[in-house]
């Protein structure tokens, strides 16, 4: 090119000095794409010609290649010469969108990004250049030198016009959109006042829905408005945020709540945060102090959590108790799982929402606002005798300091003396007491705050009166707005950060953040960043997380600010990746194994709550599903990834369809090409009916998603490393040609071209090419563990058997397969598919019999169940057949980690060994379990198979051989390993001799001998809890609890528990008229 003389048949004279034109100077061109980039952008844009020939041989690819690669790289380096920078407003620092940057001589300006980002592409020389916009003063810098390379640097700070003429004012109303400012001199700033709320009065449900709207329309570049659910009587549980990126967590940024009117009848807490948030909303952008804290923090609001109640109370209320509780007449303060005492009560619908959202965001700080006195409350709220006495938790000092923060701007409840008309003898030194030491509160909120979640919260009591008259209002913001604002600084106070991979700088999720002899760790939100308050001191900080090595720092808190304190961590020496490659030897019996315990770790996290979320967010997910793959897009588009993936695909057509198409079987796997029998298999399949093709697009994602993140997301590498996946897309091929996209009722496409329905025909005398093709190539193979079906017309999953039958074997493993998908699909567990027609379906858990829900013979699960020895379950994606493509996008969101919880799934169960004494594996021996499913062992003696968690028994029968018997627990999130060994000598004691079952793997510590009796006391305990509490924990947590119980002898902690009980019921009552 840089000749100058292409030499292209038919212009051999033309040439180019440099290899470079001006374009209207070789040719005119209208209505061009690059002058449009430079004329109407900020862009600059050049048009390349590569070669003569438009689209030369895929030969010369490699060699057009050659020629240009250090072109387009060193013309990707040029985006970085000239001018960079950013313009800024003058008081808040704030990036200023759309201002004009002007080169003085060059008439062609450009604009500033979202962030006041710009970049003016310069040769070298020296410039006087000029940021300039609407309602700011002008500013031109000279003399500024480019030199070749990276760009010069220059930031533009402008003053507001809107200035000087009225510094004084109050009433200047900023939105956050314009931002306009005064233009204060530095002598001036203690002048300014900020805008004080001016709506003092009581809100009804209805005025403070409209006042929550009016902000949140008002101002929507700093608010979102949203709701955590529905109170009892359907009232909604408002929130507002305010944020300076509203509905967006910003990595580093600590999120803090106020939580008002819990108790329905104490209602300063709700008036005052609609004073705050007018107050917050006015000052955005004018006060120093609330535009930084909004800045620098995402601030939840809940006026109130208890909208019912508030409604049954009285104004002038003082101390009575109508309207405390919530409508089912429950107090919401007692109601929440408590660590020394169990709660009885139903968990009620506005806890279960908070719960929820408290779980949802990395809150770092909260407080609680009640009524009926006026000091500050800080954990812990009770204690294990259930008497008022001081209940210390690991982080005393903090809690005080916090607490301390709100008091000492309140003057009166800093004095300490609150309501000495009722309690004359009270006194809390500075306002601030341990819950505990005051009076014994179980099922409090701020404890399980404190001890479920990352955020500290305290409880406020804002005044002596309940429910105070409308005219003392503006008395209670008067005296409460410093320190409610006061307190929220607190969320800026310890140490801060990030948790970083040192392989590739990104965050680490769930990493864990503990301080030395504070035993209480918190954790690192989805970005890796971390928050944790402390008192000025000196501290051992370490940071952990799973396959990495530990790393401990010390740290220096000082009073003001908290320090950022970042943790680079190395990844543990058992990677998988340094393992690979080492020998072509697969020795995968050995469980000491260092790659096969870090795989029972990560099958073990990602069985945890939020464990699949976590691999979610670490992975490639930009799937663009914009569109349905007809039959020609779909082999393309399976084509493509054989092509791009050819190390972890493999493509085979287990037959045609009655009009000649090919039925796909992608195969996902590390060894596409070699068989794995100790792997277990799983199978998805989508488009039984061709009217309803969205499993087959959510197979594809999902086959997409799969290679993508291969050797890229270290979990999804592992799974694909140890699993065989097989997708078969599209068996009814012919059907779907004849469906029609956005039918969501019509049955055509539904049968195949014969016109038969094939989810009937999976009979020993199948007649149809599909079903003949899919049952002798896959099915009767009876080498998987588990097939997930997707089809469509409803919202639910069901599991076998289709056909009527009198019980359903191991109905257990298949209910629970069938839950799993509900359990982790947004609202199918809900059980309320409300399609039309059928709009009060209710379908318990999202999960159904097929037989149940719509019972026919012939069907493919049936099938699999019975000839295949391989559970499977049916899971209907959406009520329409065919929904617009438009809805991909979120059918897609809404079914991905379902999908992902089957190839997590598929590792459970009991994985076995079969063999005799001499050590030879015994292939085909016949596996009984529970007396009824049976599976054969495959080539090397090996055999898998799903079980519900629990005990089970396990009956082996091989030719020449006696039958073994045993029993197996079955962990939630772990794999069962045993080894069979038959004995050929077995007729000495005329007996059938017991099962030699070694156990294998950290996960079964505890032995299969053990199992009958934590069984047994497993079922005596699960007994005795019926409250919400213990359904939160985690089984892996019971599990535990037990193994505690056992080793600290059972009888004196089951006997502590239930005096506990009755205590307490007392304490409530005595108190329960206050916070
Ligand atoms: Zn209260």
Redesign the pocket.
Known sequence: MKTGAPHCPGDEDETFKDGITNGAHWYDVEGGMQDYNYVWASCFEITLELSCCKYPPASQLLQEWENNRESLITLIEKVHIGVAGFVKDSVTGSGLENATISVAGIDHNITTGRFGDFHRLLVPGTYNITAALIGYMPLTINNIIVKEGPATKVNFTLRSTAASATPDTTEVVATASTVALLNLSPGTQSSHQPIQPKDFRHHHFPDMEIFLRRFANEYPNITRLYSLGKSVESRELYVMEISDNPGVHEPGEPEFKYIGN??GN?VVGRELLLNLIEYLCKNFGTDPEVTDLVRSTRIHLMPSMNPDGYEKAQEGDSISVIG?NNSNNFDL?RNFPDQFVQIADPTQPETIAVMSWMKAYPFVLSANL???SLVVNYPFDDDEQGIATYSKSPDDAVFQQIALSYSKENSQMFQGRPCKNIYPNEYFPHGITNGANWYNVPGGMQDWNYLQTNCLEVTI?LGCVKYPFEKDLPKFWEQNRRSLIQFMKQVHQGVKGFVLDATDGRGIFNATISVAEINHPVTTYKTGDYWRLLVPGTYKITASAQGYNPLTKNVTVKSEGAVQVNFTLVRSSTNIESKKGKGASTNTDDSSDPTTKEFETLIKDLSAENGLEGLMLRSSSNLALYRYHSYKDLSEFLRGLVMNYPHITNLTNLGHSAEYRQIWSLEISNKPNVSEPEEPKIRFVAGIHGNAPVGTELLLALAEFLCLNYKRNPAVTQLVDRTRIVIVPSLNPDGRERAQEKDCTSKIGQANARDKDLDTDFTNNASQPETKAIIENLIQKQDFSLSVALDGGSVLVTYPYDKPVQTVENKETLKHLASLYANNHPSMHLGQPSCPNKSDENIPGGVMRGAEWHSHLGSMKDYSVTYGHCPEITVYTSCCYFPSATQLPSLWAENKKSLLSMLVEVHKGVHGFVKDKTGKPISNAVIVLNEGIKVHTKEGGHFHVLLAPGVHNINAIADGYQQQHSQVFVHHDAASSVVIVFDTDNQIFGLPRELVVTVSGATMSALVLTACIIWCICSIKSNRHKDGFHRLRQHHDEYEDEIRLMSTGSKKSLLSHEFQDETDTEEETLYSS??
């Open positions: 819990m108790h104490e405390r303060n009640h009524g009926g009591e206050k916070h």
